[in-house]
């Protein structure tokens, strides 16, 4: 007989399925916040992650104290208005202005390995000095997922914290001869099994199309960019502000929960996972 499944050794059966739904960008604004917050007491959410470098994320880590918060580790400041820089200031992490680097592109370029383990590690200490209990790493923009280099650091800092990760699709983590999923097993890591990547699209369209579909005996995430909608948000993000007010109406919506229920959807969040992982 074969190992047992995740969905096996979380105590469920072998064709359930499970999911977490994840609140990206938290501290991002205090719209950001709020509407995590709200998705995850009154809505289907079931995780979320903190950008640690950005201005509202120690208010995040007090108002979402309890909750399964992880780590968003944070290499970029995409927003041209709205910018946030290197807990440590590393040459490698500073754009002209010094700031991160505006982009994925421009970040990837840029950044050495060593500055970035030093950096997202300066992240997770200071999310658990603000009393945060980790549950979970994953990585705006990709970036920690984007190269092998950094990929490495990104699964050493999950293995010597003990907590799961978001593990991107096979397409994107096995290039060449790199395989992410079986280099996490190494370590002893837990991540998903299946990824749904909604942006940019609508996500309770996301959720419409994916769920009746999502594979059974697999633990899958959804993730989503939710923001109350107001000036803050416009005045950072107005491009993709529809996108991120709609997340928050989808998050809180009766009708997705019930679909959730219609279709046997288990929900889970990245606490359980950890906690398996460090064989609690």
């Known amino acids: ?34 509407a995590a917050y709200r998705a995850m007491v009154y809505g289907i959410a079931t995780s979320a992650t903190l950008m640690v470098p950005c201005p509202w994320a120690r208010e995040a880590a007090r108002m979402l104290q309890g909750l399964p918060l992880g780590v ?11 910018r946030w820089r290197s807990l440590i200031g590393a040459a490698s992490l500073r754009d002209g202005e010094g700031f991160f680097p505006p982009t994925a ?6 950044i050495g390995a060593a500055d970035a383990r030093a950096e997202c590690w300066a992240q997770i200490e200071a999310a658990l000095a603000w009393g945060v209990d980790v549950t979970h790493l994953d990585a705006h923009m990709n970036i920690m997922q984007a190269r092998e280099d950094l990929s490495e650091v990104y699964l050493d800092l ?10 991107l699709p096979t397409a994107v983590t ?11 097993a190494a370590r002893g890591v837990l991540c998903n099994d299946h990824l749904v990547y909604p942006w940019p699209r609508r996500t309770r369209d996301v959720f419409l199309e994916e769920v009746p579909g999502l594979p059974p005996g697999f633990v899958s995430e959804i993730f989503a960019h939710p923001v109350l909608d107001g000036e803050e948000l416009r005045g950072y993000d107005a491009a993709h502000a529809d996108i991120r007010v709609h997340d928050a109406a989808c998050l809180v919506d009766p009708g997705i929960a019930e679909l959730l229920d219609r279709h046997g959807i288990k929900r889970i969040s990245y606490r359980v996972l950890r906690d398996l992982q460090r064989g609690g």
């Open 158 to 167: 999950a293995a010597e914290l003990r907590v799961p990760v978001r593990m």
């Open 72 to 82: 968003h580790l944070t290499l970029t400041s995409e927003h041209r208005g709205y």
């Open 105 to 110: 592109e421009a970040a990837l370029r840029a």
């Open 174 to 184: 096995d290039r060449g001869n790199y395989r992410a999923g079986g280099r996490a």
């Open 1 to 34: 007989m074969g190992q047992p499944s995740l969905v096996e050794r979380l105590g469920y059966g072998p064709g359930d399925r499970l999911l977490i739904v994840n609140c990206d960008d938290v501290g991002s604004s205090h719209g950001a916040n709020v």
